[in-house]
């Protein structure tokens, strides 16, 4: 069974402003399908949100196309000002809009985990080429920061904060993302398959950056429409006490955040 969440415009938002895109991971995807086939015509982002990846896909495609469940993910997605090779649909990632064996690569980019996983990799196989792709990737909450030498004592704040919102995650995701990729990966029939656990992604961020970009987890949305006054504690306990540790009053200062992606790439026989 698929699950809708993302459905909020706020939330539509912040995600835009707040969460990483993978460039690093593109050029992951790009090298696997450069070794294993000429044709670049069409990718399919499915589960685009705002389009954040998708885009990044542009320049390696004739064709791009991100497909989402959500309206209010979709209307934010950039089609004017963006790439003039990508466009948009919305439409559950189980049922995609294309022609059988039309597709060079499919994926999809911290979505899959909210599909129902076996009629998604149905729906990729059908559509895709033989020799094309498929490429999933996501990464785990648990993100961590570098700040001089505290960053020890900041982890701890954050394993607290994200111990708190374990209860709050969707049960359709259950309590670890990464043994979803691993079921799917496992079975997707595909010889010709990669598995990667841990991918450590760098990024500057100001620490306020990083505090709205872990309210975009679902889990704290979760929290915030069941106790909103809680929500706002939880998340104003763990900026004063980063700034604390940080000696620090401003969040705008900068830290680096670890974003740790895990991943599979096959490519259909
Ligand atoms: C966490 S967001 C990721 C968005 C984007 N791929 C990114 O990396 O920024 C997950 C997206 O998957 C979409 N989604 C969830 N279930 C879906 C389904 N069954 N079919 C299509 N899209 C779905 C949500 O609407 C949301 O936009």
Not at 88 to 107: G, I, M, S
Not at 238 to 245: E, G, M, T, Y
């Given at each position: 069974m698929a699950v809708r969440l993302f459905e909020g415009s706020d939330h539509a938002e912040a995600y835009l402003k707040f969460r990483v895109a993978p460039q690093e991971l593109i050029g992951i995807i790009m090298s696997f399908m450069e070794k294993r086939t000429r044709n670049f015509h069409l990718a399919v982002d499915v589960g685009c949100g705002s389009g954040q990846g998708t885009t990044l896909l542009a320049p390696f495609f004739t064709e791009v196309v991100g497909t989402d469940v959500s309206?209010?993910?979709?209307?934010?997605?950039?089609?004017?000002?963006?790439?003039?090779?990508?466009?948009?649909?919305?439409?559950?990632?189980?049922?995609?809009?294309?022609?059988?064996?039309?597709?060079?690569?499919?994926?999809?980019?911290?979505?899959?985990?909210?599909?129902?996983?076996?009629?998604?990799?149905?729906?990729?196989?059908?559509?895709?080429?033989?020799?094309?792709?498929?490429?999933?990737?996501?990464?785990?909450?648990?993100?961590?920061?570098?700040?001089?030498?505290?960053?020890?004592?900041?982890?701890?704040?954050?394993?607290?904060?994200?111990?708190?919102?374990?209860?709050?995650?969707?049960?359709?995701?259950?309590?670890?993302?990464?043994?979803?990729?691993?079921?799917?990966?496992?079975?997707c029939p595909y010889p010709d398959k990669e598995w990667n656990e841990c991918l450590r992604v760098r990024r500057h961020v100001p620490l306020s950056g990083f505090i709205a970009m872990v309210e975009t987890f679902s889990s704290y949305r979760s929290l915030k429409e069941t106790d909103p006054a809680e929500a706002a504690q939880l998340s104003s306990r763990?900026?004063?006490?980063?700034?604390?540790?940080?000696?620090?009053?401003?969040?705008?200062?900068?830290?680096?955040?670890?974003?740790?992606?895990?991943?599979?790439?096959?490519?259909?026989?």
């Open positions: 309206p209010a993910q979709l209307q934010l997605a950039p089609t004017d000002g963006g790439p003039s090779n990508v466009s948009y649909r919305q439409c559950p990632a189980e049922e995609l809009p294309f022609e059988c064996e039309e597709v060079d690569l499919v994926t999809a980019m911290t979505a899959a985990h909210w599909f129902d996983h076996r009629r998604f990799l149905h729906e990729a196989y059908r559509v895709l080429r033989p020799g094309g792709c498929l490429a999933l990737l996501s990464y785990t909450m648990d993100m961590e920061l570098e700040y001089g030498d505290v960053s020890k004592t900041l982890n701890d704040i954050c394993k607290e904060f994200y111990a708190a919102l374990f209860p709050y995650r969707n049960p359709h995701i259950g309590s670890n993302s990464v043994e979803i990729y691993a079921g799917m990966f496992h079975s763990l900026r004063n006490k980063l700034l604390a540790v940080m000696k620090t009053s401003s969040p705008d200062a900068e830290v680096i955040m670890i974003v740790k992606y895990f991943y599979w790439l096959a490519r259909k026989p």
